[in-house]
């Protein structure tokens, strides 16, 4: 199919539709909410069903009671309106049922603003609500991303029975790119809904999903299932992007835009002779530890640029291991670094290095 000019909020709800997303439900909140629009016009058009909730809270617990039916649902928000789908998002997660979430973050803590933000990190990447467990975090960079890592978002959430979040930002948002769709998928019929769903027991015994256990020896037993199912998702779900490593003597760390961002400043740097490469993580759980570390292993420094004060440095940390110094370049509340800022804080560490040598 040919490429098109799409805004990244119409391009991933786009996508969801074309993945097979059978159901939506969400609150508006700036600077998604035009993926709720989208929906609210193409879905009804497909005879799939859309639901705007009274808020945050009423949509995923909408969301949770269609994934328990079968169906291909997901959400969309950004930070406070993600914070206020944290219960909901463990109750989906302790009873194992598949639901994609998109998190479009905006300036933070607080009611805080719309601009483009990293501060949810902790918040996705860690867990999300309570409990034992973790939710698959992808990160894209670009449009076509978003629209990519959404279509597979639904595959990997009816992999494993779990829930995968997509953590964008503002900037990704709202900004226009040239972009391909994926070709339409059909809605599932509800005799090709998965055996374990709640379709009706007329002609079956009755399937039972919940995520309360009393027994604390039987909440463990969840527990351990669930951390088995993450080892799985450790195994074989990493995924990162890379540039010019090869033979770098610098580290570049980012995710989304800020490696945008950071990609811009490494190849500049690459021109003015300075040795350093990129790694972006696009999996932000699971992690590339094994990544990092090996990177640690040949490169004299790390730099690590978030837009925010820190909150993937200390991932960064447990897969370097204490093998080469770190540094951190952040900018807060809705700032995006630009990509000068950025080769800055390379040169410093090039001066650095020249220094000891």
């Known amino acids: 199919m040919a490429k098109e000019l799409l805004k990244g909020n119409v391009a991933f709800a786009e996508a969801a539709i074309r993945a097979g997303c059978e159901a939506y439900f969400g609150y508006p909140i700036t600077p998604q909410t035009e993926a709720l629009e989208h929906m609210a016009?193409?879905?009804?058009?497909?005879?799939?069903?859309?639901?705007?909730?009274?808020?945050?809270?009423?949509?995923?617990?909408?969301?949770?009671?269609?994934?328990?039916?079968?169906?291909?649902?997901?959400?969309?928000?950004?930070?406070?309106?993600?914070?206020?789908?944290?219960?909901?998002?463990?109750?989906?997660?302790?009873?194992?049922?598949?639901?994609?979430?998109?998190?479009?973050?905006?300036?933070?803590?607080?009611?805080?603003?719309?601009?483009?933000?990293?501060?949810?990190?902790?918040?996705?990447?860690?867990?999300?609500?309570?409990?034992?467990?973790?939710?698959?975090?992808?990160?894209?960079?670009?449009?076509?991303?978003?629209?990519?890592?959404?279509?597979?978002?639904?595959?990997?959430?009816?992999?494993?029975?779990?829930?995968?979040?997509?953590?964008?930002?503002?900037?990704?948002?709202?900004?226009?790119?040239?972009?391909?769709l994926p070709e339409m998928k059909k809605v599932r019929s509800v005799k090709e809904r998965p055996n374990w769903a709640l379709t009706g027991a007329r002609d079956r015994d009755p399937n039972i999903i919940t995520s309360i256990y009393m027994d604390p020896l039987v909440e463990?037993?969840?527990?351990?299932?669930?951390?088995?199912?993450?080892?799985?998702?450790?195994?074989?779900?990493?995924?990162?992007?890379?540039?010019?490593?090869?033979?770098?003597?610098?580290?570049?760390?980012?995710?989304?835009?800020?490696?945008?961002?950071?990609?811009?400043?490494?190849?500049?740097?690459?021109?003015?002779?300075i040795r350093v490469g990129l790694l972006r993580p696009i999996s932000l759980y699971p992690y590339p530890y094994e990544r990092v570390r090996q990177i640690a292993g040949k490169v004299k420094e790390i730099l690590v640029v978030e837009m925010n004060s820190g909150q993937m440095l200390g991932d960064v940390r447990i897969g370097n291991e204490g093998r080469v110094p770190i540094s951190f370049y952040g900018r807060q509340g809705g700032v995006i670094p630009l990509p000068d800022e950025v080769l800055e804080e390379i040169r410093k560490i090039q001066s650095r290095i020249n220094a000891s040598e």
């Not at 995924?239 to 610098?250: G, S």
């Open 41 to 180: 016009k193409r879905m009804p058009e497909l005879g799939r069903v859309f639901l705007q909730a009274e808020s945050e809270v009423a949509a995923i617990n909408m969301v949770y009671g269609a994934a328990c039916a079968g169906v291909r649902v997901m959400s969309s928000s950004s930070s406070p309106g993600v914070s206020l789908m944290m219960e909901g998002l463990s109750y989906i997660a302790g009873s194992e049922v598949p639901a994609v979430l998109v998190d479009i973050m905006r300036g933070g803590p607080g009611l805080g603003n719309i601009a483009p933000s990293q501060g949810d990190y902790n918040q996705i990447v860690k867990g999300g609500g309570h409990g034992d467990y973790h939710p698959v975090v992808l990160a894209p960079a670009s449009v076509q991303e978003l629209i990519d890592f959404t279509v597979e978002a639904f595959d990997i959430a009816e992999k494993y029975l779990c829930i995968v979040i997509i953590l964008a930002d503002g900037s990704l948002g709202q900004m226009m790119e040239p972009a391909e």
């Open 220 to 273: 463990e037993e969840l527990n351990r299932r669930l951390m088995a199912k993450q080892a799985k998702i450790e195994a074989n779900e990493v995924r990162f992007r890379e540039l010019m490593l090869d033979d770098a003597e610098i580290a570049v760390i980012a995710f989304g835009t800020s490696g945008r961002v950071a990609q811009s400043a490494v190849k500049t740097a690459r021109e003015e002779g």
